[in-house]
């Protein structure tokens, strides 16, 4: 009976928690909403599309579906990586299109409070922070928590859309 009193008044007090699959981008740990996530793959053969953006590693065939792949350490200006064997792609919803992003590796899904979640840092006028929802405060470590959608421009995401037609 205690145990639910709890649960109860962590309700009442409007803290919500939601799920975040996270992963890592060399040292770095990131999180995207999990209800964004339609799957996780291993690295499969990416065909190469001329003409695409460094970023865009290129299409993957899955199970019918012709899906574009972005290197996400590429899209983030990071060096780029040898692939090992845990780097896998994560299929991402963005609403009217599937998008596969490669990761380093996944680490798992978390429950992160709402209040455990602070406004992402301003680095001045010339840094746009606007693809990130927060920083999440989880185990001692700081996850990015990033919105899949705005992490691509809308110019980026209509030429991977023309592309994938």
């Given amino acids: 009976m205690g145990i639910s009193n709890t649960n109860q008044e962590t309700r009442d007090r409007g803290t919500r928690m939601s799920k975040y699959l996270t992963f890592n981008l060399g040292d770095e740990v990131y999180g995207l909403e999990i209800l964004r996530v339609r799957e996780i793959i291993g690295l499969m053969d990416i065909t ?33 990586a040898e692939d090992t064997k845990e780097t896998c792609i994560i299929v991402v919803d963005l609403d009217d299109m599937l998008m596969g992003i490669t990761v380093d590796c996944v680490s798992e899904v978390l429950d992160i409070h709402e209040q455990d979640i602070d406004e992402a840092p301003e680095f001045g006028v010339s840094v746009s922070t606007d693809f990130i929802l927060g920083m999440g405060k989880a185990r001692d470590k700081v996850i990015i928590l990033l919105d899949i959608s ?4 809308t110019g980026e995401i209509a030429m991977l859309a023309k592309q994938n037609k």
Avoid: E, S, W, Y
């Fill in 48 to 80: 190469k599309v001329p003409r695409m953006p460094n970023f865009v590693r290129g299409v993957i065939n899955l199970r019918g579906k012709v899906i574009p792949v972005v290197d996400l350490r590429l899209k983030f200006g990071m060096d780029a």
């Fill in 150 to 153: 705005k992490v691509l421009t």
